[in-house]
């Protein structure tokens, strides 16, 4: 655990059943490889993380069944540890390769940016080798101008106890990637040779293992598990294929048919995802005694999730499945592992690796203080722009920031993308890391000069209307209809209990939408709803409320002070989201292109920019740093 963070305090519900096959997955870690410095639930770092695979793989072999790791993407784009530095993942990628994984793929943040899908190619893939899959992604070499595939196509191999798998990785039919990759769509992918060749290999094959930054969930408009599990499922019809996905950032677990069953395990080390599976006929691996055992069989039918859409494996099945959700803490992987997190739990290599997050962070200022934050603000706990919403916050920052000098008595409307929000801002100390997990990106602010105000004020209802951008955490995005009719929940657990914070929080207690604790004894986080039921978290929690959000957020400034309209504004808006503008406009009869629109600020003035500047000025920020709790206070950046 780093300093200064806090460990849990509420211990998981039970053992794990292990099987003959286990797995631990991780997925969309986005560079929290540090923790979660204010939120106990999720606090241990990768160095404990580290210590408990020493452990789990001790335990398999001692059962003599399998332990698999894996791993489906998404690395970068979430803390000052990943995204600080250039490239992003310059120095979180080694801290992340502690880890001796057996099954990896790319995520679609690995390919936004040109300069990290090199470092993923040249250096990540190469450390993983033969098991970092990329099926269906490839990336120009530059030495041979050539497109080349980033990892293998696909992996074959043995395990220690005599499973023969066959998998591939394979990333969601994604087009925002820069011009130096291609994503070969999955409708593509299953007609191509290799891809057959491999799906009918001629050496046995006991399970097919699909990873991929996909998700899990058939029915989610962004999945393509589905187009594969068809392709496999029609040539190999009684052979088992089991999916870990990722992408959605949510706890799930599909049942496609009774010898297929996807499980997709979270976002941000929040959530450690397990999995085990038993009654294979070939393999020499045993049934663990002494633990128990996955009880459940896949029943698609009961789910109701693939409705016959599906092709269905012809003979009935003696499979028997488990998932679990664990939260990402000391307590969880102690609890699970060696019984107690004294001495026997820390691993020379856990505590190197936790030693050496510490130093990155010290290398690269992340506990700078900016502000002291003088509430919580959530992205999705609260109403949009309700007092307790991050974007409430964020038009304040928008229009008391983002300003060209020259044109700073011209009326604007800023306009940016939700989705360029990636988490809570925390009462307490804002520092140089806390501006990178609200919003890590490099998007700059661009604009067009006085557009009627007609048509500008128009734009934000378009691009809320239509297809426009993703935003990352809806429901809506997800295409996913919670079984309980109810919205599962994403949000994150209140932060740790400094005494200033509960002062804080028992004043807001009552307001809607505000973290509070519900009179059931449990610690609020995750509450999940799969295929099997609602006993996959294995910390069980009271829920905290979740409100959709819209795609983008208006903020406006300089406008008249009489209340009316101004006849023109500067229409700001992120280059992120440029294209989308442009159109939007066109819908109301702005005659626009990309020849029309130029930065309004200098392109470092970024999304990663806007909300320090407010907080280094807000007197409300300002006014209690001396004060601000919690050890990271330790310097200044001006
Ligand atoms: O430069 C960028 C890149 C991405 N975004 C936002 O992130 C989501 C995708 O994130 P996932 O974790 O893959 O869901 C994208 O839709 C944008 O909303 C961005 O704002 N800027």
Redesign the pocket.
Known sequence: MQPGATGATTVPKGPLAWGQLNVLHTT?THGWLLGHLKQSTYSADWGDYVSFVKHMRQMATNMSVDLLLIDTG?LH?GTGLSDSTSPDGLLSNPVFENVNYDLLTIG??EL?VTEVAYETFNNFSKIYGDKYLTSNVQIINPSTGQFEYIGQQYRYFTTAHGLRIMSFGILYDFTGNSNVSKIIKAADLIQEQWFKNAVNFDQPIDLFVVLGHNPARPTNDASTFGTIFTAIRNARPDIPIQIFGG?T?VRDFAVYDDKTTGLESGRYCETLGWFSMSGFNQSTAKNPSNYPNPTQPAVPVASGIVNGSYPMSKTPSSLRYFRRYLDWNRLTFAYHSTGSQSTTFNTRKGDFVTDDITAIRQQLNLSSLYGCAPQTWCASCAPFQSENNIYSLLATALSATVINQTRADNARIIII?T??VRYDLIEGPFTYDDSFIVSP?D?AFQFIPDVPYSEASQVLEILNAGPY????LTTRDFAFTPLSGIETDICINPPVHHNHAIRSRSALSGSPGVIRRQNTGLTPGYTTIDDFGSDGDDTPHSSIPYYNQPNDLQANASFPTDGSDPSIVDLIFLD?IASDVISALSQVGGNYTMADVSYYLPKTFTTNSYLPEYAKTAPAWQKNVPNCPVAAANSTIN
């Open positions: 969309d998404d784009d679609n943040h936004y992408h950032h993308n989705g360029s990106f998007d951008e993703k935003r990352d992120f």
